[in-house]
């Protein structure tokens, strides 16, 4: 079994950068792929992008444009999400999840294992 634990989170200024960190433990994997999420109040789940385990292949989306960078560290079973040039609208819950094998993936649902999710406020 996979356990996820997010941190990072926090309160920033418009324009900040924050990095989140997200710790594997328990059973690792070497194929499938880590994903970040997002949710803001009143709205659903929203794919951030993610990065495939063995290889380090990235996939966002596209509201993403450049700012966002998704690494990991398979030495500390760690996967991050660098965000620079924050927006307010980018103020939300942020989510790691796992997904084992297959394709990489947008949805929610396909993604079997969460993390608790860590708060980012941008204020303007």
């Known amino acids: 079994q996979v356990q996820l634990v997010e941190s990072g989170g926090g309160l920033v200024q418009a324009g900040d950068s924050l990095r989140l960190s997200c710790a594997v433990s328990?059973?690792?994997?070497?194929?499938?792929?880590m994903g970040w999420f997002r949710q803001a109040p009143g709205k659903e789940r929203e794919f951030v992008g993610s990065?495939?385990?063995?290889?380090?292949?990235?996939y966002y989306a596209d509201f993403v444009k450049g700012r966002f960078t998704i690494s990991r560290d398979k030495a500390k079973n760690t996967v991050h999400l660098q965000m620079n040039s924050l927006k307010p609208e980018d103020t939300a819950v942020y989510y790691c999840?796992?997904?084992?094998?297959?394709?990489?993936?947008?949805?929610?649902?396909?993604?079997?294992?969460w993390g608790q999710g860590t708060q980012v406020t941008v204020s303007s």
């Open positions: 990065i495939t385990w063995s290889a380090g292949i990235t």
């Open positions: 999840a796992a997904k084992s094998g297959g394709f990489r993936s947008p949805y929610p649902a396909e993604y079997g294992t």
């Open positions: 328990g059973r690792t994997f070497n194929s499938g792929f």
